[in-house]
């Protein structure tokens, strides 16, 4: 199976910041890769797919970029609500395989 | 707008059997390939296993730590999806989550939580 890395575990950051999460692959998945927004008793909430696609009704200030075994979430400015945690995922090969995830905290 | 609604979860003693069910609206749900993904308390997102459409069998994957005791399948004319689980240990314990899939989760439901306790 594919394993994937995420770093940091965790990530404090203010409104307004930058920040950017780091997502591994064991090997190289193409642009098979996935990210999602899970906020506290939620469900999760895709984001992007294929690396750098954003989904539908996704706020400009996240982006994705990478391929082959390196991926970035990277979002512009921080808002409130974006205050989650974060899962990469890979879809290149079954099982799919999630990232451990980010958490997201306000500094 | 895409509805996903699982049901079937509860309190359930080790090596015993559950079935859920996450019925659909909102989609030609035959169009759909459809996952499910799991959330033990406190703990990050597993991927549990999917069905493809008709057009690809209803070919099924599933993860490692379910192979040989989990079975998904579909009843299109229900728009339903069913995750059926044998043999269940303390450690299937978690929130289940079903979802419309193209390889990413699109769209979720609610979840609903699975409980395997003596």
């Known amino acids: 199976d594919i394993q994937m890395t995420q770093s940091p575990s965790t990530l404090s950051a203010s409104e307004g910041d930058r920040v950017t999460i780091t997502c591994r692959a064991s090997q190289s998945i193409s642009s098979w890769l996935a990210w999602y927004q899970q906020k506290v008793g939620k469900a999760p909430n895709l984001l992007i797919y294929k690396a750098s696609t954003l989904e539908s009704g996704v706020p400009s200030r996240f982006s994705g970029s990478g391929s082959g075994t390196e991926f970035t979430l990277t979002i512009s400015s921080l808002q409130p609500g974006d205050f989650a945690t974060y899962y990469c995922q890979q879809y290149s090969s079954y099982p799919a395989t999630f990232g451990q995830g980010t958490k997201l905290e306000i500094k | 707008e895409v509805q996903l609604v699982e049901s079937g979860g509860g309190l359930v003693r080790p090596g015993r059997s559950l079935r859920l069910s996450c019925t659909t609206s909102?989609?030609?749900?035959?169009?759909?390939?459809m996952g499910w993904v799991r959330q033990a308390p406190g703990k990050g997102l597993e991927w549990v296993g999917f069905i493809r459409t008709k057009v690809f069998d209803g070919r099924t994957d599933y993860g490692a730590s379910v192979k040989g005791r989990f079975t998904i399948s579909r009843d299109d004319s229900k728009s339903t999806v069913y995750l059926q689980m044998n043999s269940l240990k303390i450690e299937d314990t978690a929130v289940y989550y079903c979802t419309t899939t193209s390889g990413s989760a699109d769209n979720w439901g609610q979840g609903t939580l699975v409980t395997v306790s003596s």
């Open positions: 909102g989609i030609n749900f035959g169009d759909y390939a």
